[in-house]
């Protein structure tokens, strides 16, 4: 299968940003003789100079930070350097590889050299380039010339001539350690080598004045960013998610000097951590965590799994032990209830007197012991080898990727689980006679993974034949560096660097980063040495387990990076929110099982992302400051109730601190930094305090760094309780059960004649117009004056009709109106000439407008042409009782689901505040309902509908009245998608044949609407 690439708008706005940077300068190539022998004229082609000066790249910088509420620089800050904030896994390489195509095209630059800080990213970079070449070139009709950097393989260095003398656009990839280091190998590049006819290979580099594309600057020391001018660079780019920051030292408002971190260079485009998650650019995170609590005194080993909580029955605990029996002493586990006895269940091992189970509390997900000792859910406590840990992981990992594989094999994308392992010995060894032999970790995967597999009955027939289609051993492999006998062995580090230079750590797997997406490759589980944690990246990766302790030197961002690119599925497609809409989450979530607590991997996870934010405006409301707590040095509180927030900002709004969107303005961040800030008088003693608080401020709010997959341990699979049994229910599913189909008798005369009617007589173009208005200066202008506005009065104003400053564009009218209305060429010819030369006439004035108002008539009658020709009709098929089941059931208690006692689950997962609101109300007026599954569709013209709910009433009047809700926030059609209206409309034919008096359907938006049609 190959990768499919396609423009996606965050990165065009990345690239345009760049572009942006350099506009003014014109297009142009720049070409040398540097020798000549006989009749040979030697060329080289290097980089056209820049035109614009400081000045004029300032503006340009100044304007895009504005645009994208970046603070301004009020010089260029490190000269030509230019930065790119991009959230890991949402493709930098892809940005700066289509900005080098972006810069040739508008500017002839063709000059590029990508630094990177690793090998590992390197071949990664290398790969990326091979894979976008032919997508690039539909775009651009123009192929990249790239090749690395390598002094190491002397055929290589003919390229370094190449970069030199050639008119295209050349690319060199090179690893910082291959000019920054006293190595033999990074000398080479300030020597005269024969190979390159006794010239220096920086020399042939700083005649092309190359542009330089800095992959991950953070990661290069003071040494490599000293050595960058050799390079003598047109100019510099970096992309990283995290940009370093430098300490500044400042006074305060006491006069104190204070330290503060700030990103360096001229940052003009921002996709942060934040943004990416919002935007749906990234994976969402789980975190299943293996936390090891020890107890002093006691040898006892127990892990508390999980805590199941199941309706009129109290929770119990699945807790792992150890238990004597006559072969010796095995580890087991059971579910355990409140009172039971962990000794007499071990068969009386005297580790276990004392643990006796006090409580079980589903809320804290703790399990207490009568011994004092407490469990939480995923922790091990007592005298526990790692090798156990270990096991816990890989089973862990094993059961999420069962979990999520059974789910995604039927929409047709590969599942991937990545093993981070620190010793490849654990993992792949040899024997005296270096044959390869099962090593620890390869052992432990293939019980466990056949002990998950084991009930097969479980599983549909297609995902059965999926698992049996390969022996365990084919479905994990390892991608490791190798020696000369062709062993797999640890990976070099490059000291102090976290990552690897053995380039046969890199082959395998970049070359077969496509076919492991592949449902015909087998392997879906892969162990890799802790050196390839970056450059390689593969979409499909759903899990992570680190089978290593945490270093404090890697962090978590790191760790989870490698799995947060967007899946595609088996045809290369890309599973974006615009493919999966609401069920993008459902899919994609990468789930990180770590070696450490839950709570420690989420909260140091989301401090480092906090921690990663740059400046942002920030909204200053009264909420954000109601019930704030200032402390001064003196010990002084001051606590902030609604009304003096109010006052706060009201002053801040008068002092222009805060915009009219409660956003904080530039005015507000200087006056902090120069220490002429003010505020209201109440809060004159904690100024500077208050003062530290607003600029810590970040909009994260609404970010959910992760959520813990064993958190509130709700059913991974939901099946129906015995509401769906009740005769009410079972009589309502009998109705709505019945599967129909649809026909449509559609004209297409009658709609060209509807069409042209419509258009007739309700077209109104609207006219282009110019509007002028003349105002003078006031006399006795004053700073209040200028503050309102009200320094200059306007003295006239006109204006005028005209087509002329629609400029020459051409418009090829009839494929316009037959793409946007969806109709032929044919039909749109037909409907455009049988309108009124009035109405056509119209398309003078404003051409754009006159083709989106036509297709929209058109698109209109169109809608309403079909929903009075479509007739519904009954089939002999039903929707059977397994569509009830949830197979993949994920949710929060705290946020969107709920347990309940009359649905026909015992939770209920809700969309939105408005269903999770009419849930508790049902749950008081209802007999029994139901949330449909997705399963349950109407088929209509404009894609398959799945209602909302299926509920039971009974009133005064009617024994038992069957609905069938759609909950909308807002109950004006108009303010519902149009294809969601009309599938409304199909879903009320549909339910119409059905034919039952009782029966009603119709969308509402609250439960008294409900109410109120049922008693009309």
């Known amino acids: 299968m190959k990768l499919k690439f396609k423009q996606q708008q965050y990165q065009t706005n990345a690239v345009n940003n760049l572009v942006r940077v350099f506009n003014g300068q014109t297009k142009g190539t720049r070409k040398e003789v540097v020798g000549r022998e006989g009749m040979y004229v030697q060329e080289i082609f290097s980089n056209k100079k820049i035109e614009l000066t400081d000045t004029d790249i300032l503006k340009n910088v100044q304007n895009l930070q504005r645009e994208q509420n970046i603070k301004p620089v009020k010089k260029l800050d490190g000269g030509y350097n230019f930065t790119v904030e991009m959230e890991t896994g949402t493709g930098k390489t892809y940005v700066y590889t289509k900005m080098m195509l972006e810069m040739h095209k508008l500017y002839g630059w063709n000059k590029y050299i990508i630094m990177v800080p690793s090998v590992a990213i390197r071949e990664g970079v290398h790969k990326s380039l091979k894979i976008t070449a032919e997508h690039f070139q539909e775009t651009y009709g123009k192929k990249i010339r790239f090749n690395i950097y390598d002094t190491k393989n002397k055929s290589n260095l003919v390229n370094i001539k ?449 921690a990663s934010l740059s400046g942002r405006p920030t909204r200053l409301t009264t909420s954000v400051l109601k019930d704030l707590e200032l402390t001064n040095k003196a010990g002084e509180t001051f606590a902030f109730d609604e009304m003096i927030a109010t006052d706060v900002i009201i002053d801040f709004r008068v002092k222009g601190y805060i915009d009219k969107d409660y956003k904080v303005t530039e005015v507000l961040v200087e006056a902090i930094d120069k220490n002429t800030f003010t505020t209201i008088p109440e809060l004159e003693n904690h100024k500077e305090e208050f003062a530290t608080i607003i600029t810590k401020i970040h909009e994260v709010d609404t970010f959910k760094a992760s959520s813990n997959a064993k958190a509130e341990n709700l059913p991974k699979e939901l099946k129906v309780n015995e509401n769906f049994a009740k005769k009410e229910f079972q009589a309502l599913w009998s109705k709505i059960k019945v599967k129909t189909l649809y026909d449509v008798d559609f004209d297409t005369n009658e709609l060209i004649k509807k069409s042209v009617s419509a258009i007739d007589n309700q077209l109104s173009v609207r006219k282009v117009t110019v509007h002028i208005a003349t105002g003078e200066q006031r006399e006795g202008m004053s700073a209040e004056t200028l503050k309102t506005g009200g320094s200059f009065s306007k003295t006239k104003q006109q204006t005028y009709k005209t087509a002329s400053i629609l400029g020459n564009t051409t418009y090829d009218l009839i494929k316009e109106i037959a793409k946007n209305a969806h109709i032929t060429r044919k039909t749109a010819t037909a409907i455009l000439t049988q309108i009124k030369p009035t109405s056509f006439v119209q398309f ?101 509908y799945n209602p909302d709910w299926a509920i039971v009433f009974e009133t005064k009047e009617v024994k038992h009245v069957y609905f069938i809700a759609e909950t909308k926030g807002s109950m004006s059609t108009m303010q519902l998608k149009g294809a969601e209206e009309l599938k409304i409309e199909y879903a009320r034919k549909h339910f119409a044949k059905l034919g039952s008096e009782n029966l009603k359907y119709d969308v509402v938006k609250t439960y008294q609407d409900l109410t109120d049609k049922i008693l009309k």
Not at 549 to 571: A, F, N, P, Y
């Open 844 to 944: 003078k004035e404003n051409p754009e407008h006159f083709i989106t108002e036509v297709s929209r008539f058109i698109n209109e009658e169109k809608a309403a042409t079909l929903i009075n020709n479509i007739t519904y009709h009954k089939t002999e098929e039903t929707y059977s009782d397994d569509v009830f089941t949830v197979n993949n059931f994920n949710g929060s208690l705290q946020e969107n689901v709920l347990e309940v006692q009359k649905h026909i689950y015992d939770y209920v997962k809700t969309d939105s505040k408005t269903e999770r609101a009419f849930a508790q109300e049902l749950e008081t007026g209802a007999i029994v309902y139901a949330k449909l599954p997705s399963g349950f569709k109407i088929p209509t013209p404009v894609g398959n």
């Open 162 to 610: 190449q970069f030199g003398n050639s008119a295209e656009i050349e690319v060199l990839i090179m690893n910082y350690q291959a000019f920054a280091t006293r190595g033999k190998e990074a000398r080479k590049i300030y020597q005269k080598l024969d190979s390159l006819q006794s010239e220096k290979p920086i020399d042939i580099i700083k005649r092309a004045r190359p542009i330089l594309i800095i992959d991950e600057p953070q990661r290069f020391g003071d040494t490599a960013e000293k050595m960058l001018h050799e390079f003598n660079p047109l100019f510099i780019t970096r992309f990283s998610a995290t940009h370093k920051k430098v300490k500044t030292k400042s006074k305060n408002l006491h006069g104190k000097t204070v330290t503060t971190e700030k990103e360096r260079f001229n940052k003009v485009y921002r996709l942060d951590a934040v943004d990416a998650f919002n935007q749906k650019l990234v994976k969402k995170i789980k975190v299943k965590g293996i936390e090891v609590k020890e107890n002093t005194g006691t040898n006892s080993f127990l892990f508390l799994d999980a805590i199941t909580v199941s309706k009129n029955k109290y929770p119990t605990a699945k807790i792992e032990y150890e238990i004597k029996q006559k072969t010796g002493i095995k580890k087991t586990s059971k579910n355990f209830s409140q009172t039971e006895d962990i000794f007499s269940a071990s068969n009386d091992l005297e580790q276990y007197k004392g643990y006796v189970i006090s409580e079980i509390n589903a809320k804290t997900n703790t399990v207490s012991f009568t011994n004092g000792v407490v469990l939480s859910v995923g922790q091990v406590s007592g005298n526990v080898s790692e090798e156990h840990v270990r096991r816990i992981q890989i089973r862990e990992t094993v059961l999420s990727h069962i979990e999520k594989e059974r789910e995604l094999f039927k929409k047709g994308i590969k599942t991937l689980s990545l093993f981070f392992i620190d010793e490849v010995a654990k993992y792949r060894a040899y024997n005296e006679s270096g044959e390869q032999i099962k090593a620890e970790y390869e052992q432990v995967f293939e019980e466990e993974y056949n002990n998950a597999i084991a009930q097969k009955s479980l599983f549909d027939a297609d995902y059965n034949a999926y698992l049996e289609k390969h022996d365990v051993t084919k479905v994990h492999s390892g991608y490791f560096s190798v020696d000369k006998k062709g062993k797999a062995i640890d990976s070099k580090e490059s000291r102090g660097q976290g990552g690897s230079d053995d380039i046969s750590a890199y082959d395998l797997i970049m070359k077969n980063k496509e076919r492991l997406l592949s449902l015909e490759e087998p392997v879906r589980f892969i162990f890799s040495h802790s050196a390839l944690r970056e450059g390689w990246d593969n979409p499909n990766i759903f899990q992570i387990c680190t089978l290593k302790h945490s270093q404090s030197t890697i962090s978590k961002r790191q760790e989870i990076g490698r799995g947060l690119r967007i899946c595609v599925d088996k045809h290369g497609n890309r599973m974006d929110v615009e493919t999966l809409d609401s069920e993008f989450f459902d899919i994609n979530t990468l789930t990180v099982v770590a070696s450490e607590s839950y709570d420690t991997f989420a909260k140091e996870l989301q401090n480092e992302i906090l």
